[in-house]
């Protein structure tokens, strides 16, 4: 036993001495522009939704202290039907999203840093959230009841913050998730997903550019029992001393189960750009999977 364990740490210490370490840095200049062909698919209940759509990034300018990048989705399409009430919601935020175009203001080496059109863009959000919601309303005419199109478009619009937009584009999918790190096999990081829970992600980094990436949520239950309680506090403001006061009891039992990973893998080009990108997404929320596996490739 004491020598397989002698083993497998001698393996590692070699492993990690011969790890690659990788800056990632794309190089920019006034004019330049990748476009990525991306399909992503996401899995509810057993069903599958496929999207697929262009991502446009141009360099528009140069400043002092980097660039500015402009983002645009183009060639919108989908596999929903339109008598589906959650792909016709998806699909009328994606189809107005995507004729908002982003100035992405980056630094030297890539990472996104603001949004220098954010109020054109929040503008966007708030026309797709519009209509979201009369989608829901016109499906369930009795919601509007239970919660005012102008309540729950507050609530929507909460979110859009120009911090909220720069993490989406620092998000894994997006073809600048890497710009400005120093990446080697082990190194390790911390974020915060889409749903607000916070996850630990750890780097694996091979000849070639080529990285891969894993991630489990990293929440013990105070702060588990924290997020629960700020979310509904948010959403449903009447129902959050209820939630607070049966809280501990919900948890133990295992009714309210959250369990998430992600893994991805990236190609780097000698360009510093992205060539590849592969991430999936998982959520299971007591038994119900969420799937979602969305992959890009330089055109």
């Not at 708030?126 to 919601?143: C, R, V």
């Not at 073809?175 to 829970?197: C, F, H, I, R, W």
């Not at 001393?241 to 998430?260: P, T």
């Not at 893998?265 to 038994?287: A, L, P, Q, R």
Request: charged share 25%; hydrophobic share 40%.
């Amino acid at each position: 036993m004491k020598k397989l364990f002698l083993l497998s740490t001698m393996l590692l210490v070699c492993l990690m001495a011969q790890a690659q370490s990788l800056k990632v840095t794309p190089t920019m200049k006034k004019g330049d522009a990748k476009t990525y062909a991306f399909t992503t698919t996401t899995n509810v209940a057993g069903k599958d939704m496929t999207f697929t759509s262009d991502a446009v990034y141009t360099v528009t300018e140069e400043t002092a202290d980097g660039y500015v990048v402009n983002y645009q989705t183009k060639n919108f399409k989908s596999n929903i039907e339109t008598d589906d009430l959650v792909g016709r919601l998806v699909t009328a935020s994606s189809e107005l999203m995507a004729r908002a175009a982003i100035d992405i203001i980056v630094d030297k080496e890539g990472k996104v840093k603001g949004i220098k059109n954010f109020e054109n863009v929040k503008k966007n959000m708030a026309e797709a959230a519009d209509k979201m919601i009369d989608e829901m309303i016109k499906a369930m005419p009795d919601a509007e009841n239970a919660l005012p199109k102008d309540k729950l478009k507050e609530q929507v619009m909460a979110s859009a913050t120009e911090e909220a937009v720069v993490k989406s584009l620092q998000e894994s999918t997006s073809a600048l998730t890497l710009n400005g790190k120093t990446l080697s096999t082990g190194s390790q990081d911390e974020y915060v997903n889409d749903q607000g829970l916070k996850m630990k992600r750890m780097y694996f980094v091979s000849p070639g550019g080529k990285v891969t990436m894993t991630a489990n949520m990293d929440m013990d239950k105070e702060s588990l029992k924290k997020m629960i309680i700020e979310k509904v506090t948010e959403m449903a403001p009447d129902q959050a001393e209820m939630v607070k006061q049966n809280i501990d009891m919900v948890l133990s039992s295992g009714m309210l189960k959250l369990e998430a990973t992600e893994k991805g893998s990236y190609e780097v080009g000698n360009d510093g750009w992205m060539k590849t990108i592969s991430v999936e997404k998982e959520m299971n929320t007591m038994g119900q999977k969420v799937t979602v596996k969305s992959v890009g490739t330089i055109k």
